[in-house]
């Protein structure tokens, strides 16, 4: 049986933070071993509570997630940090990744998912909201008017819906404005995202999308 992911939840607001914990308790294989309302109890309360994964608010008083982000880092290594926010903002998305967070997602997700993103943090693979990614996307320079990186040109054995899939992935939208957009489930979506990864080879949708642009396939 495997060991259950030990959760530090952040948040300076009482009820979201003890409405997040309650959810994540009652989900398989994640275990809530406290909670802190800033950034600098977050700090304190992962150096006596060894979390595996500490769940992080931006905004909060006395030490923001940032900075709580970056100390963690260094006091803590052990344990990674998954950013949960209302704000889907550009530069706090690239500031967050640059502190060490492991990924960045937005409040609105179901609690089954974001379960599921704190397993896949606690396993390295780094987790961001569809929207976060085709902002990163753009911050590296993959947005109009900057210059595209040099174009590498890949074979692959990808079907057309696979390509049609990974080319909305590319752009950072969700499974379900992909869904409305091919006139599919968001279930059918799921499985193709899952087969494209597969066969690329890549972890998630965020690397999914620099293959697409890195070797014009988007």
């Given at each position: 049986?495997?060991?259950?992911?030990?959760v530090?939840?952040?948040?300076?607001?009482?009820?979201?933070?003890?409405?997040?914990?309650?959810?994540?308790?009652?989900q398989?294989?994640i275990?809530?071993?406290?909670t802190?309302?800033?950034?600098?109890?977050?700090?304190?309360q992962a150096?006596?509570?060894?979390?595996?994964?500490?769940?992080?608010?931006i905004?909060?008083?006395?030490?923001?997630?940032?900075?709580?982000?970056a100390a963690?880092r260094?006091k803590?290594?052990?344990?990674?940090v998954?950013?949960?926010?209302?704000?889907?903002d550009?530069?706090y998305?690239?500031?967050?990744?640059?502190?060490?967070?492991?990924g960045?997602l937005?409040?609105?997700?179901?609690?089954a998912?974001?379960?599921?993103?704190?397993?896949?943090?606690?396993?390295?693979i780094?987790?961001?909201?569809?929207?976060?990614?085709?902002?990163?996307?753009?911050?590296?320079?993959?947005d109009?008017?900057?210059?595209?990186?040099?174009?590498?040109?890949?074979?692959?054995?990808l079907?057309?819906?696979?390509?049609e899939?990974?080319r909305?992935?590319?752009?950072?939208?969700?499974?379900?404005e992909?869904?409305?957009?091919?006139?599919?489930?968001?279930?059918?979506?799921?499985?193709?995202?899952?087969?494209?990864?597969?066969?690329?080879?890549?972890?998630?949708?965020?690397?999914?999308a620099?293959?697409?642009?890195e070797?014009?396939?988007?």
């Open positions: 049986m495997k060991r259950e992911v030990r530090l939840v952040v948040d300076d607001q009482v009820l979201v933070r003890e409405g997040i914990a309650s959810l994540l308790e009652i398989e294989g275990r809530v071993v406290g802190a309302a800033d950034g600098r109890e977050a700090v304190e150096a006596a509570l060894s979390p595996d994964v500490v769940l992080m608010d905004r909060m008083p006395v030490m923001d997630g940032i900075a709580a982000t963690l260094q803590s290594p052990g344990c990674q998954l950013m949960l926010t209302t704000f889907d550009d530069e998305v690239v500031k967050s990744l640059r502190a060490g967070a492991q960045y937005l409040k609105d997700i179901p609690a998912d974001l379960a599921q993103a704190i397993r896949l943090t606690h396993a390295g780094y987790q961001l909201a569809p929207t976060v990614a085709g902002k990163l996307i753009g911050q590296l320079g993959l109009a008017g900057v210059p595209p990186r040099p174009v590498t040109p890949v074979e692959h054995d079907t057309e819906r696979e390509l899939v990974l909305l992935v590319a752009t950072g939208a969700t499974n379900r992909i869904a409305e957009r091919l006139y599919v489930s968001e279930g059918t979506v799921k499985n193709h995202v899952s087969n494209i990864l597969g066969r690329l080879g890549l972890r998630d949708r965020l690397q999914a620099l293959f697409a642009h070797h014009g396939l988007a």
